[in-house]
């Protein structure tokens, strides 16, 4: 069974541009959260869609959004790039909503804001 | 609110040696825990979970213990290989949110 997968996985990009980051779950999952990872900052929950909802979000600006489709698949979008945004994006997906439910991670997309 | 915290790394050991790595944890209520573990260049990977307290939760030999009363999850393996250099991570997921708050992770590297 495919794991979580990311695109795209390299990515550079000029500050004040946007950029938007997609993620396919594990067949069956219908729970997809986005981190991000930086080595300051350490790995910080953006958002959770279930269902097409968004159920969680952490502390980010306005300029992170994101949506889920009705097939789980979901997006990210930063705007107005910043080099602080330059991370490794990682999405993750679960079965349900529900904390004890595994989460999996995919390979995540490394973003350059240059 | 909800945190996690690792020991500092780096941590550096021979092959063979005993591995502690400790992680406590600040939460309300009954969160699940997670150690997570991160290769060179790639994403997460799920090493071992505990649901509720005094769950034990282990793979490839590696095991750790859901202590309430401590508010502790430490990781551990009795014999370390060269493999297992990798950077881990300690994780909780509050309860009732679908979401993960991670400690700052620890770089273990295991010398032949």
């Known amino acids: 069974k495919a794991g979580v997968t990311q695109t795209p996985r390299y990515l550079i990009k000029t500050r004040g541009q946007q950029v938007t980051l997609s993620c396919s779950p594990i067949?069956?999952?219908?729970?997809v959260s986005w981190y991000q990872q930086t080595p300051g900052q350490g790995l910080q929950f953006l958002f959770e869609y279930f269902s097409e909802t968004q159920r969680n979000k952490g502390n980010f600006p306005g300029r992170f959004s994101g949506r889920q489709f009705s097939n789980s698949r979901s997006e990210m979008n930063v705007s107005t790039l910043e080099l602080g945004d330059s991370a490794l994006y990682l999405c993750?997906?679960?079965?349900?909503?529900?904390?004890?439910?595994?989460?999996?991670f995919g390979e995540g997309s490394w973003l350059t804001v240059v | 609110g909800n945190s996690v915290t690792q020991m500092e790394g780096p941590v550096t050991l021979s092959e063979e040696a005993f591995l502690t790595i400790n992680c406590t944890y600040t939460?309300?209520?009954?969160?699940?825990l997670f150690w997570y573990v991160q290769y060179p260049g790639e994403g997460l990977q799920l090493l071992l979970k505990a649901t509720k307290a005094d769950d034990k939760g282990s793979n490839k030999g590696f095991e750790a213990t859901y202590r309430k009363e401590t508010t502790s999850f430490h990781l551990e393996k009795g014999s370390v290989q060269v493999s297992d250099s990798a950077v881990y991570f300690c994780?909780?997921?509050?309860?009732?949110?679908?979401?993960?708050?991670f400690g700052q992770g620890t770089r273990l590297t295991i010398n032949p």
């Open positions: 067949s069956g999952h219908r729970s």
């Open positions: 994780a909780l997921s509050p309860q009732g949110a679908q979401k993960l708050v």
């Open positions: 993750a997906s679960s079965l349900e909503s529900y904390r004890a439910n595994t989460i999996y």
């Open positions: 939460a309300t209520g009954y969160p699940s």
